[in-house]
């Protein structure tokens, strides 16, 4: 196989597996046709998308495109295994179709691993993210996490980094020599870690290389297959990776001591994607001398659609949460913690409350009392207003009485000092003469 041109530059092959992925993967290819490094050869295989995606790469001419459809959809891993193996590049770098390359991603890479002079080369960069208006919550999330999980390793030695999560996020951050890929062998059957499978599968045989620069593009949206709700997959699969790196450290004889075994419970303590029940099964299954294999097939969906952890919570009646990863479990718990504390604050409020309506019933019990008495007042001035009317009902017949007796006496008096009027006249007038 011809790993050179004539120039003597080495060929870096570009995997590009595509799956209904019509409105990016046309920038995914354009993005490896335009590297500066240009020794390349593409290899595009899609995975019997059901949507234009095929369509799509069809529409592109270039030379270096070596473009090819599966009849039926085989999966992420077989169909990465299938472009590799029609690849010739001494070097691999993969892209998947809904990401894209910064255009001197490949040229520094092939600088680093022809510098590095070794036969067996992993290496991965920083990731820049780009979604769209309609993730902003999920992106933002997922950015924090990551970010979070960049920094940590950047206090570790680089076997530890795969340990602590998959600071590369994605195949697409992936860029290796073929020599490793030939030791550490194919992607494995797993949804949705294949990638950090095969990451950590490689250290036995290399130490990776992190680039400090941002050269790929990380699309973060609601087709991602990390954004599936598949969790009982999620922590299979999680739980397979760790058990497996951990007995692998076991049987080195590097992690005899307890220094060192605080060190790999600190790793692990800091990865998001911790399930410490269901890594203790697998760790018990493997102590017990379950295969690897064995284990795998427990990483898919059984035929009756039920997993070996869940089947193993419902034979024992307990509840399927306790196998969530320890951030969930957190969660979990911090979230009870403020649910104790929202129940509190309204026990609280509802004792405040009660003391209020008591303090109130208090309140309009001496307003009933005052009412009462002053009813009963009222009551009183109305019998003492009713008593005064009667007696001045009866003081008013009295003077009616006394006005009618005077009245007449008035009479009297004015009929009597007429009569006598009139008889004193009479006498006068016989005493002067002439009247």
Known sequence: MNQQTESGDPIVSIIIPAYNHQEHVKEAIESALQQSWREIEVIIIDDASSDNTWDVITSLADPRINATRNQTNLGAHATLNLAIGRSRGKYISILNSDDRYHTSRIEQLVSVAEQDNSCVFFAFSNTEFIYSQATPGIAEERIRLHRQLLAYCDTLAPEAWFLAGNPAISTSNF?????????????????YTHDWDWAARSLEYTQPVWLKEPLVYYRIHSGNTLAEGDHWRHIHENSY??????????????????????RTCQHLLHNDSLHPLSLLCFL????????????????SPSADHAWWLEKLAK????SGTLFRSLNALFEQANTIETLKKLVRERWNAMQNMENMITHRNQTIETQKELLVERLQAIHNMDAMIKERDQRLDAKAEEYQTLQTRHDKLFQDYTTLNSSRAIRLARFLGRLIPGR
């Open 284 to 299: 018990i299954a493997r102590l017990q001398g379950v295969s690897d294999n064995d284990l795998l097939q427990q990483c």
């Open 315 to 318: 034979e024992n009646q307990i």
């Open 241 to 262: 990776i760790q058990s497996r790196a951990i007995q692998q450290s076991g049987e080195s004889g590097n992690n005899d001591d307890l220094e060192n075994s605080s």
């Open 175 to 191: 860029f290796f020599s073929r020599t490793l890929f030939d030791r550490v062998g194919p992607f494995q059957a797993l949804r």
